[in-house]
């Protein structure tokens, strides 16, 4: 069940609504969460139930561990804590990289003439990422003795809580318990509902609006042995740069927005990333609370920059090469980690020697393509491919203009050009692609993001911004007629559009 489908919008959403706010009014304290918990469950259930006993025994399992390590001192209580770590680390190996594994070994054996193992039959359960990863952060924050409260329903609430449970945030135990027993938000509250159904307007619009539209300028691209000329190659790299971002930050905005009408604010997860000035404000802003995950949990842990700097180089190249790895099981995955760890090296090794380079143009547009250049081993199949469409990008495999262009052909030949009209091969120039593509990238750049729009009503845990900082006050959300009847109608528009519900591109990780 996907957030931008008619079986979420008009069954699920507004009965699990309406059982949350019936029992808030007549029933006992607990009964919302555990309405609200069941439904969470009945939610992860529906994309393959098979898997829904998976996800209850790591909830029972990491819950018993978590106490256990709040019972125990010394020696026996770190002993609990890397059990419990192994116990999920092998179940997340288990199911996203074995078969990785087993690829990688049969690739040397096949080199070397030796016997291959065999696949195994594994099927990636959706999410697992996410909640062995918000689990993992319980278990080191129990160690911590920063939990204090340990309902079971309330915990089987923060893991399974569907707005996140999919694609994130990676939400942290302190940040959401209080929330989760706090009696005032078992009530139905207007400016909840104002606020949180507009940001999921935008996250909706967002999505069916922008992503899908640029989804079929990428694929064609990104297909194993496609050989893309260089304005395919351009369009296509650009447009999967647009689509993830526009697909991401529409699942953000509409997990917000749908745990708002719930009365609990998430934290924020993604904030106009592609306006960044450097690569570590990059990480700042996008996916941020799996960026604070590997700063709190792997960065630190390696021992951060407290050892040098040729030892925080290393913590930074090997904390970016497991992120990589966290988002897939693949060599893709593994540059894709490993140019993003040697980006924040370079730039951490130019702050050293030249100092920061604030005010200018420059760093924002390098940042950019860096970025953009990684995406395409993010994206791309196998690693052979996507060096076909960087060499692409260069004009490796020539330069073809759109044969919608050919009437123009004698009037080029005039200046002494001869060029090939054979490019644009599966580019419908009079379609939604290109359009679309432009308006996201002036949208990316220099629109006012959701945090912005909402800046008046804290729309997440974090405020990041104060209204007096922000200009441009006609695009700062307020509950008008106005702003309401807009949304109305971007909302329809967004229900025309569902004509072909697709999936968010962070599921598969």
Not at 28 to 53: K, Q
Request: aromatic share 18%; charged share 10%; proline share 6%.
């Amino acid at each position: 069940m996907l957030f931008n489908s008619f079986s979420f919008l008009f069954f699920y959403l507004p009965i699990v609504l309406a059982g949350y706010f019936l029992l808030g009014r007549f029933a006992r304290p607990l009964a919302p969460a555990a309405w609200l918990a069941a439904a969470s469950l009945f939610f992860y259930g529906w994309w393959d139930v098979r898997y829904l006993p998976l996800l209850l025994a790591s909830i029972t399992v990491n819950y018993l561990g978590g106490r256990l390590i709040g019972a125990c001192s010394g020696a026996a209580r770190k002993r609990a804590l890397v059990a419990a770590l192994a116990l999920n680390l092998c179940l997340l190996a288990w199911y996203k990289y074995a078969n990785f594994f087993i690829d990688s070994v049969n690739a040397v054996a096949a080199t070397a003439g030796a016997g291959t193992l065999a696949p195994l039959d594994i099927i990636l359960p959706i999410g697992i990422s996410f909640f062995t990863f918000t689990q993992i952060a319980f278990l080191v924050d129990c160690y911590r003795g920063e939990v204090r409260e340990y309902r079971f329903i309330h915990y089987v609430l923060f893991v399974s809580y569907f707005p996140h449970l999919i694609a994130g945030p990676v939400l942290h135990h302190r940040e959401m318990m209080p929330q989760f027993a706090d009696p005032a938000n078992v009530r139905p509250h207007a400016a909840n509902f104002a606020i949180g159904l507009s940001i999921f307007v935008v996250g909706l619009a967002k999505k069916v609006l922008i992503a899908d539209n640029l989804s079929p300028l990428a694929i064609p691209v990104f297909a194993a042995g496609a050989q893309p000329t260089l304005i395919e190659a351009w369009i296509g790299v650009l447009a999967y740069t647009f689509q993830l971002y526009f697909d991401f930050s529409g699942y953000s905005d509409m997990a917000i927005g749908l745990s708002r009408l719930f009365g609990v604010k998430l934290p924020l997860n993604f904030n106009s990333p592609y306006k960044a000035a450097n690569i570590a404000d990059f990480w700042r802003r996008w996916h941020m609370t799996l960026s604070r995950f590997l700063r709190d949990y792997l960065y630190i842990a390696l021992g951060g920059s407290r050892r040098g700097q040729v030892m925080r180089y290393r913590n930074l190249m090997l904390t970016m090469l497991l992120g990589g790895l966290w988002h897939g099981a693949g060599w893709t995955f593994v540059i894709w980690g490993g140019l993003h760890g040697l980006y924040l090296v370079l730039q951490q090794a130019w702050q050293q020697l030249f100092g920061p380079a604030k005010g200018r143009w420059w760093p924002g547009l390098l940042t950019f393509l860096a970025v953009m250049l990684a995406w395409i081993f993010f994206r791309a199949p196998d690693v052979p491919t996507a060096w076909d469409i960087l060499g692409a990008l260069f004009g490796a495999n020539g330069v073809s203009l759109p044969r919608a262009l050919e009437n123009h052909a004698a009037a080029l030949a005039q200046w002494g050009w001869q060029p090939a009209f054979d490019g644009i091969r599966w580019i419908q120039l009079a379609g939604p692609g290109l359009p679309v593509l432009l308006a996201a990238i002036w949208l990316a750049f220099r629109a006012p993001n959701t945090q912005e729009i909402f800046c008046h009503y804290e729309p997440c845990i974090e405020k990041i911004f104060q209204p007096g900082q922000l200009g441009r006050r006609a695009f700062q959300w307020r509950p008008t007629r106005r702003w309401s009847l807009g949304f109305a109608a971007l909302f329809v528009a967004c229900i025309f559009g569902m004509n072909r519900v697709t999936e968010f591109l962070y599921f598969q990780f």
